[in-house]
């Protein structure tokens, strides 16, 4: 929810939702809420864009999904440029740190 706080999902299993690039969810955490970005279809797996609500990680990870735009290595907001950052929907925490 921002550098200090952070959520607990709940269910729990929403913890499991693995980043994209190309997300089809977005993790609202003003509102506690999940909203997605686009139709997703039956079967298809959720992912967000993990740099929406971490703005450092405390560990970086290669991204494998595969997007044609894909970042390539992920470890937070801080690190992204805000051309890159301006295509994704940002948690409110996230736009105040770079000013959007």
């Known amino acids: 929810m921002d550098e200090q706080q952070h959520i607990l999902l709940d269910p729990d299993v929403l913890q499991y939702i693995n980043h994209s690039?190309?997300?089809?969810?977005?993790?609202?955490?003003?509102?506690?809420?999940i909203v997605t970005l686009r139709a997703i279809q039956k079967g298809e797996e959720l992912m967000f864009f993990y740099p929406s609500t971490e703005w450092s990680m405390a560990?970086?990870?290669?991204?494998?999904?595969?997007?044609?735009?894909c970042l390539q290595y992920i470890?937070?907001?801080?690190f992204l440029s805000h051309s890159i950052l301006r295509r994704y929907r940002l948690a409110n925490h996230i736009m105040r740190k770079i000013s959007l």
């Open 21 to 33: 690039c190309a997300p089809n969810v977005y993790f609202d955490t003003d509102n506690l809420t």
């Open 59 to 69: 560990q970086g990870f290669r991204c494998v999904c595969g997007n044609q735009n």
């Open 75 to 78: 470890k937070g907001a801080e």
